[in-house]
Nanobody
Framework: VQLQASGGGLVQAGGSLRLSCAASGRIDSSNTMGWSRQTPGKQRESVATITNAGSIYYADSVKGRFTISRDNAKNTVYLQMNGLKPEDTAVYYC???????????WGKGTQVTVSS
């Protein structure tokens, strides 16, 4: 499975960005896709996840500002980020967990920088 993420960049505080991640390869129907982020010296943290059935999780820090969605036909997950804050600055990683194979896949990170 390969994950190709796009959409990061530089934005001012209060602005918006939309991340996309397309998965390709051997993808089972029972999977969870999502986004995690990491800053230097800190552990990677889960930001949002969505199952193929549409169950969603958000970290408390992004609730009400970020929206995760997916297009199962395209094996693509999106993260709409509104009301961005400087503390959202991080490298964002796309993730796919395969329930059938018990495998965890990660894409290359995309940098999100929010200036104050």
């Amino acid at each position: 499975v390969q994950l190709q993420a796009s959409g990061g960049g530089l934005v001012q505080a209060g602005g918006s960005l939309r991340l996309s991640c397309a998965a390709s390869g051997r993808i089972d129907s029972s999977n969870t896709m999502g986004w995690s982020r990491q800053t230097p010296g800190k552990q990677r943290e889960s930001v949002a996840t969505i199952t193929n059935a549409g169950s969603i999780y958000y970290a408390d820090s992004v609730k009400g500002r970020f929206t995760i969605s997916r297009d199962n036909a395209k094996n693509t997950v999106y993260l709409q980020m509104n009301g961005l804050k400087p503390e959202d600055t991080a490298v964002y990683y796309c993730r796919l967990f395969s329930g059938s194979y018990g495998m965890d896949y990660w894409g290359k990170g995309t940098q999100v920088t929010v200036s104050s």
